[in-house]
Structures are given as C-alpha cells and as structure tokens.
C-alpha cells in the first residue's frame, strides 16, 4: 500500500533528509545489493548482516569471520554475497541458507574483494602490500592467479639505466583497488603511487596504464552501465573518467583513451574524502568527509555542488547510493550506525481507486441513482459470503517491485527465505534496559560473550562426560 501511495516520479533525483537510522553492531562498510531490496553491512567483530530495506530489519546474519570486515560485494542474481576481512580471508555466503559456499585464505588483510559481474565463482582481490589475486572457485580446489602491478611500459629500446629505474619504480607500485569492468573481460585497477592499469581478464596482463593522480587510489566504482569511472585518491580530489568500450572487437590497447571528465574537490577547506559512490542513475556523485560530519553531493553534468547533507554529528565513513530510488546510506565512524538519507514521498491516494480524483477545493457531489439504494439482508449476507469464497494470493511478488529485468538463468529471481528466528532477526539496540527507568549503552561484542560462554560450557561438559566414560572403563 505504501509503495501504490508514493509518487516517486514527481521526486528529485538526490535525498535530503535523514528517514532512518538502524543498528547492528559496530559497522564498518556496506553494500546494496542489484534489486535493492537488501542492505549488507559488515560489522568489526567479523559479523556480516543483510538488512530487509522494506522492514528495516535484519533478514540474515553470517557469522564466519574474526576481524573487522573491509569489503562486501553481491553476486547479480544475489544469492550469494562475498565478505572480505582484515584477517587474511574472505567468505562467499549462499543466502539461500546462510552457509559458507566457499572460503578463501591469503597472506595478508584484504583492502577490496569485487565479484565478477555474470559469474559468482570468480573474483578479483587487491590484497595489502601483495600482488592483487583473481580467485576461481568453480572447481573443489581455490585456483589463484597473481595478477600483475606493474605499469604497461612503452619504451621497451631504453637503455640499461633507465629500465633499471623503471624496475626500481615498478617494484614499489602496490594495487589498493580493483574492480570488475560491465562485461566481465577486463579488470580495472589502481595503485599506491597513482596509476591506473586494465588487464585482461583471459591473459591476466596489464593492456593499458596511465598515471590518473598523484598519491594513493582508495576507491574506483562504475556506473551501471559501466561506460564511467568514479576515482577517490588520498590527494583530496575525486576524479570520473569515460571508460571506452572495452568489448569491442577491434580494441586496440594502443589506441585506448580514457578522458577526464571532472576533478571535485573542497577548494576553500581543503577536505580529504572517506568514501564515494555513484547516484543510481550516475548523474551525481556524494562523497563524505574526513574529520567532519557533512555528505557532499554534486551534479556530474556541470561539475556543481547541489546539496550538503547534514545529519547526526559523527564522522560518516563508507556511503552507498542505492541502485534505484534516491536513498544513500552511510556509516558512521563512531557508533558504528547507518544512517539512512531519503526524499519524503507525497502520498498519492488515487493510486487506491480508478475513480479517485483528488481535488484543491470544495466541489458538488452528484448522487447516482442506485448508488445509495437500501438492499435486503439475505442479499448482502450472500454476497459477504461470495468474497469469503474467493482465493487470494498472497504469494505472487509485485512485479513492479523488482528491478532484475535483465536477470538471467535460474537464480534470477532469487528471493531469501524468510528468517523466523527470532533472536537472529532481532536488531541490536544501541541501549540495553537494566532496570525501571534506567538504561546503560551496550558493549561491543556483548551478545557473542553470552554465546561463546554456552560454547565453552558445552565444550567443558563434553570433556567432563569422555573423562567419566574412561574412569569407569577403568574401574571395570
């Protein structure tokens, strides 16, 4: 009913104010998923939880990691979902059950972990103070293939000095950021020392690499079409370049132009930027802030500064614009909530009825002529009786809910399992009752204390019932 009243097309095309504010734990980073039904958010104790956005509750929570999570990427039919830590490992969750599909181990924390567009056994990592790794899962063994970071270099006549500085310069450049491009083919990616390099997915070699900025690449993102790139990089500019077409058959990597299209950036204030992200349409990029508490939005056409969201007084930290409708949802830095900015909808009550017409002022109403007319009981008796009798379906989706249009193969129209557990589905309160009137802020990690206690107990019990068995085996 809500979404019949709601006059989404009348809206403007970025949020203003905050609508919602919810709570599991201290969380780190987030993620929509493609049909933007679903929120995953990652928390720093390891636990990942999958928010329902029409109940604004917790429809899953995945428990399989033991440090802060760094990286949360869906799979487009969105049944699986991959989760990435600072404990050297990342997890692919099926959530059409909540289990470990596949679990992945490196020699290092993960900055970024990107599923691949079309396949969910493929994925590529940018891992800290390695080289970057695509990951094939499809087989029973990981298959790992090291992918290179080095710059593509042109001049291969130079001499024996400058190809030994050039191999100098080479060996310190460290992949921080990777994503997928639209078709899956190629992977983009970029370095601590500003460059930015394509690689070909099928060779596993760098086919283009130009130097976008000065310091260290933090965040790349693509459009949905995949035909932009968002650029955030520790030297206080946020770049959005044209990507080319990169599927075409007669890509020639010498010929590959990536065009600026605009740098954004606080001249007056001089502010670094924690986190960007596209609008789902990627006519606006929001940006937010280090060391202050305000969301940036700008229009990507002109290049201009539209909006400065204000909100809770806290440092806000990884932002994300959802896929489709105008709501961005952010995290802050010190409670660790999300924060959720939208456009107020003006209900729109014709929806209800065809012949609903809303009008500004009074008007005569014409009666019809048996629309008041009084009928015998016995008839209205039957005809409550006859829509009784008729079957409602209460299990058919609302298409006009979906956004998977272009969705494909069997898990297309993947819809998760209803939790009906209740203490699992339960949001974690940021304050916790101790008595009539008083309350105290919880802990962090304090419901898995409760949990690790029952594991431990039950551990011990099992100790002492093994050490029984054998005494009396004993005495026997």
Known sequence: MNLLLSDDYLLQDYPENITNTIRSGHTTCLRFNRKGDHLASGRVDGTVVVWDLETMGVARKLRGHRAAITSLSWSRCGQYLLSACQ???????????????REVRFRAPIYTADLHPWNHNLFVASIYDEAPTLVDVTGATDIKHTLPSAPRRANTDADAATKEKQAKEDAKQMTTATVWAATGDHILA???????????????EIIWSEKICSSVVTTLRLTGSGRELLVNSQDRIIRTFHVPNLSAEDLDPDTIQMPLEHKFQDVVNRLSWNHVTFSATGEYVA?????????????????????????????????????????????????????IWSVTSPQRWSALAPD??????????????????????????KRRLDQEDEDIDVLTLDPSKGYDEDGE?????????????????????????????????RSLGEGEEGEAAEEDKGASGGRKAVAAKGARSRRK
Not at 88 to 100: E, N, P, S
Not at 361 to 376: A, S, W
Not at 413 to 441: H, I, K, Y
């Open 287 to 339: 940006a937010s802030t280090y060391n202050n508490h305000e969301l940036y939005i700008w229009e990507r056409n002109h290049g201009s500064l539209v909006r400065m969201l204000e909100g809770p007084k806290e440092e806000q930290g990884v932002i994300e614009w959802h896929p489709h409708r105008a709501i961005l949802a952010a995290c802050g830095l010190e409670t660790g909530r999300i924060y």
């Open 190 to 204: 970029g370095t601590g020392k500003g460059r930015f390099n394509i690689i070909d997915a099928n060779t596993r």
């Open 87 to 101: 404990g050297w490992r990342a997890v692919l969750w099926d959530l059409q059950d909540g289990t470990r599909y």
């Open 409 to 441: 193969g069997a898990a297309a129209g993947f819809q998760m399992p209803v939790l009906f557990n209740l203490g699992e589905s339960d949001s974690e309160e940021e304050f916790v009752a101790v008595s009539t009137g008083t309350v105290r802020r």
């Open 356 to 381: 609903f017409v809303e009008v500004e002022e009074n008007v005569e109403y014409v009666e019809k002529e048996d629309e008041f007319d009084i009928h015998p009981q016995e008839e209205i008796n």
